[in-house]
């Protein structure tokens, strides 16, 4: 992997300015070492790129699935990230590092109804579904409660990321989400916006992992936002929220592209300003 926080001095191998073989030494193998400063860094560098294309309103999501223990929600508390959740047992490390779940968003194609009940009694602040069984549960579960849950759909929108093949989840006959192509996406719409019980705030995708084509995320943005306003032309519903999920490419090889989080996040930005335009 390309670091710039590894050293070799004197044959010892220094990771974060720390000595690797004295950290052995102490907490025995195998070791994972974490440089916060480092991650605090990549947090920032994200918000920073989202505030200035998307406004105030727009928040990064870490991925609770790379890596969950307390010590990384502190974190994302303290930076002010969202998170992306996938089981009860992260809700639950979460909750205990005082992560406030109104900002989460609960992912996962399999939720039980435990799931669901346990991450709407911590005030989990969205769902998102895959398919109409699981919208079915929230609204059972949000009905039990008398609230009203927020909740996005996850389509998929038919984008190939070229990237590892296990990896890949955009395309059309993907086990995640409720593909548009096949007119699916419009029927799960109709049925979730009859939900008494369920605040339908928008659409999710996600295309992919170690993602570094040029224009995945442009294009998947195309295709949602064409979806979003074929919805509102059809049935008077605007979204609110449009969450594009994936992840750029982590640099683990010389061969591998830079990738300037900034100029990348600005040229998604420029795509969906410019199709907002087009379909007003």
């Given at each position: ?126 769902f998102v579904a895959d398919n109409v069984e699981e919208v079915k549960a929230v609204e059972a579960e949000a009905a039990r409660r008398g ?134």
């Amino acid at each position: 992997m390309i670091c710039d926080n590894i050293t070799v001095k004197d044959g010892v191998l220094y990771f974060a300015g720390q000595n690797t073989v004295e950290l052995a030494k102490e907490y025995g193998t195998p070791l994972y070492l974490l440089d916060e400063d480092k991650i605090r860094e990549k947090c920032r560098s994200y918000k920073k790129a989202f505030k200035m294309h998307f406004g105030p309103a727009a928040q990064p999501l870490y991925a609770s699935k790379a890596n969950c223990f307390k010590r990384i929600y502190e974190i994302m508390k303290e930076e002010e990230m969202g998170i992306d959740v996938v089981s009860s047992g992260e809700i639950y490390v979460a909750l205990r590092a005082g992560y406030d779940l109104s900002h989460a968003f609960f992912h996962s194609n399999n939720k039980t109804d435990e799931d669901i009940a346990y991450a709407i009694e911590n005030g989990i602040g969205y769902f998102v579904a895959d398919n109409v069984e699981e919208v079915k549960a929230v609204e059972a579960e949000a009905a039990r409660r008398g609230i009203k849950q927020k909740l996005l759909l996850r389509l998929t929108p038919g984008i190939d990321p070229h990237t590892y093949e296990a990896v890949a989840t955009g395309k059309v006959d993907s086990k995640f989400g409720t593909p548009i192509e096949t007119g699916q996406a419009d029927e799960i719409v109709e049925f979730t916006l009859r939900q008494e019980h369920i605040i339908l705030e928008g659409f999710h995708c996600h295309v992919g992992s170690q993602v570094f084509g040029e224009d995945i995320f442009e294009r998947a943005a195309v295709v949602m936002l064409e979806f979003i306003a074929a919805m509102r032309d059809k049935y008077g519903y605007t979204a609110k929220v449009l969450d594009l999920g994936g992840g750029y490419g982590v640099r683990y090889t010389e061969n591998d592209p830079y990738l300037d989080i900034e100029t990348k996040v600005g040229q998604v930005a420029a795509s969906i300003r410019e199709t907002c335009r087009r379909l007003t």
